[in-house]
């Protein structure tokens, strides 16, 4: 049976109570754990997986296309495959803790399938599907706003989105500038927390930025700076 | 500019009145024409195209995820491909008329553009992303309800989805069988007709179906008697 705490730290974490515990059970296992316990009757992930995938696919799409209203689609292609491939998928799997409290059979596990990369993305994407069923995609997007764009956001997973890079890029073509990021305030919960910084160029302060994460508030001012040059 | 009979042609077949007509105009312009009458600053279709894509995917998915409760991951996988690939796509195009009202530039039409399966497909994911838009995802379930899932239904995709011919291998196992479909009732004007099919088996009346076309409602009226063999 799914360990009731993956079910407190989802309400904790992220807000989200599911209504029919056994789906997000379901997305949770994989074949060779429901075949050793036949008798619970839990099914697996598999046909979640498939709804999942288009889930994610969506939503990313559709915060990117809201996002980076500059970009062409050549590029928004490009960074949304770089997000939805398997390493991405795997990292936030594990960022909510699937890696720990995910259901596989007893040679599965000896063989280390609790860390492969595929069996974390599969399961994160029929997460996705359990969620948008349960939920709808107003949650999903909660969810994702914690879990996923913040990532995007801090420029991770493409120089298109990486302000910082551009920015310094764009004040050192008038020759040696002096750049600084400071954090000037924090606040909010370890799990919800919210950073605001400053960007300083020869000790004068151009904007400011507000993120999830250190990184993300430093990309958004350097973003807002160069909005304004 | 986009001819206004397309969007009178949106509202009669689909009840489709956009709100922000320059979308939809965008939607249906290809760069060649954009270039071609910069004045009009149309834009094309290009990132319209990226979204609509993940919107069919979702859409069609939950469809599929949905209608086919039996299927497993694999099938779901294999029908859903066929069902979003070029030539299914500008099929659907051509239906709503795309073909006769996108927008392209003199070179392009002369090369015979207008009816390129990749191009046709194209703007009807831009057309979808458009909708869903400026519609919301409700209304592209709708369209799509009319325009798309239709032809699913009928079993044009997948042999998993051909409950005509499942049944006849079936009852054809127990020997020669006389297996008759008939029309007995059709409403609604040409654009939203329904249709009612009665399975006649040996001269019994077997299971009854409905359905947006003849092949759709005797493919349901075939998965009725399936289900109940």
Excluded: C
């Excluded at 049976?1 to 997305?27: C, H, W």
């Excluded at 059979?105 to 948008?132: C, M, P, S, V, W």
């Excluded at 500038?177 to 927390?193: L, S, T, W």
């Amino acid at each position: 049976m799914l360990d009731p705490k993956f079910f407190d730290l989802l309400k904790e974490d992220y807000g989200i109570s599911f209504n029919d515990k056994k789906l997000v059970e379901r997305a949770m296992t994989h074949s060779s754990y429901d075949n050793e316990h036949r008798d619970l009757n839990i099914g697996d992930y598999e046909r979640l997986e498939f709804l999942g995938d288009a889930v994610l696919e969506i939503n990313i799409s559709e915060y990117l296309f809201t996002h980076f209203p500059e970009l062409p689609e050549g590029k928004l292609t490009r960074l949304r495959s770089d997000i939805v491939r398997t390493d991405s998928f795997a990292r936030f799997a594990k960022q909510i803790h699937i890696d720990k409290y995910l259901q596989i059979g007893r040679g599965e596990e000896k063989q280390g399938a609790r860390q492969r990369h595929t069996l974390l993305e599969d399961i994160f994407e029929a997460f996705n599907g359990a969620l948008y069923l349960d939920q709808g995609n107003e949650v999903v997007e909660q969810f994702l706003t914690q879990v996923v764009y913040p990532h995007i956001a801090s420029g991770e997973f493409s120089e298109d989105t990486d302000f910082k890079t551009h920015l310094q890029e764009k004040l050192q073509q008038a020759g040696e500038v002096d750049i600084n990021y400071q954090v000037i305030d924090e606040e909010g919960p370890d799990h919800d927390k919210k950073f605001e910084i400053e960007l300083v160029v020869n000790k004068k302060v151009l904007s400011k930025g507000y993120g999830y994460s250190k990184k993300h508030a430093e990309q958004m001012a350097a973003k807002r700076a160069l909005e304004e040059l």
